[in-house]
């Protein structure tokens, strides 16, 4: 819902950048999305597609994947595990969502 007020041209911009994907990208490629604070880079099988500019599209990426209700409670899992293994490896302390690892 915050992208319908604050977002709706970064969501375009999305939209337009994920329609235009290279046709030759091999089937079965995989799409990641990276959020850094205020941009969202798109990659497949590590080449960079695209990327766009909007703190609120990033925002709001997260909490769909990260938030209280993630569309895949599996995949937010996924993450916070990896996140917890790269903080407790350098022995430093992580809390994400209420989720603390020492």
């Given at each position: 819902?915050?992208?319908?007020?604050?977002?709706?041209?970064?969501?375009?911009?999305?939209?337009r950048?994920?329609?235009?994907?290279?046709a030759?990208?091999?089937?079965?490629?995989?799409?990641?999305?990276?959020l850094?604070r205020?941009?969202?880079t798109?990659?497949?099988?590590?080449?960079?597609?695209?990327?766009?500019?909007?703190?609120?599209l990033?925002?709001?990426?997260?909490?769909?994947?990260?938030?209280?209700?993630?569309?895949?409670?599996a995949?937010?899992?996924?993450?916070v595990?990896g996140i917890?293994?790269r903080?407790?490896?350098?022995?430093?302390?992580?809390?994400?969502?209420g989720?603390?690892?020492?």
């Amino acid at each position: 819902p915050h992208l319908r007020v604050h977002g709706e041209d970064a969501l375009a911009k999305l939209s337009r950048l994920l329609e235009d994907l290279p046709a030759s990208l091999p089937k079965g490629a995989t799409l990641d999305l990276h959020l850094n604070r205020d941009e969202l880079t798109v990659r497949a099988n590590d080449a960079i597609l695209g990327s766009v500019n909007s703190a609120v599209l990033c925002s709001a990426i997260s909490e769909v994947y990260l938030g209280q209700e993630p569309i895949s409670p599996a995949a937010k899992e996924q993450v916070v595990a990896g996140i917890a293994k790269r903080f407790t490896e350098k022995g430093e302390y992580i809390c994400l969502e209420g989720t603390a690892v020492l």
